[in-house]
């Protein structure tokens, strides 16, 4: 599965679930982002997964999201 498509799917899962201060929360938290950015992820016209687990962890901290949904890690850098 593509990002693109793990960040549509996980945004229907939560989007009528995620309250209206979620971009506020994940800030709040520490999160690195400017805040148009972040609104702009929660509505869905910027796609930006790693931002869109970041608000759904901030902000629905009960919620599971599914291991597939997850972004994937990215390899470690090797060092000559």
């Given at each position: 599965?593509h990002?693109?498509?793990k960040?549509?799917?996980?945004?229907?899962?939560?989007?009528?679930?995620?309250?209206?201060y979620?971009?506020?929360?994940?800030?709040d938290a520490?999160?690195?982002?400017e805040?148009?950015?972040?609104?702009d992820v929660k509505?869905?016209?910027?796609?930006?997964?790693p931002d869109?687990?970041?608000?759904?962890r901030?902000?629905?901290p009960?919620?599971?999201?599914?291991?597939?949904?997850?972004?994937?890690a990215?390899?470690e850098?090797?060092?000559?």
């Amino acid at each position: 599965m593509h990002e693109e498509e793990k960040f549509y799917s996980l945004l229907a899962l939560v989007c009528r679930k995620m309250p209206h201060y979620a971009v506020q929360m994940t800030l709040d938290a520490g999160y690195e982002a400017e805040r148009q950015r972040l609104h702009d992820v929660k509505r869905g016209r910027t796609t930006s997964l790693p931002d869109l687990v970041a608000l759904v962890r901030h902000s629905l901290p009960r919620f599971e999201i599914p291991a597939h949904l997850l972004p994937e890690a990215q390899p470690e850098p090797v060092s000559a």
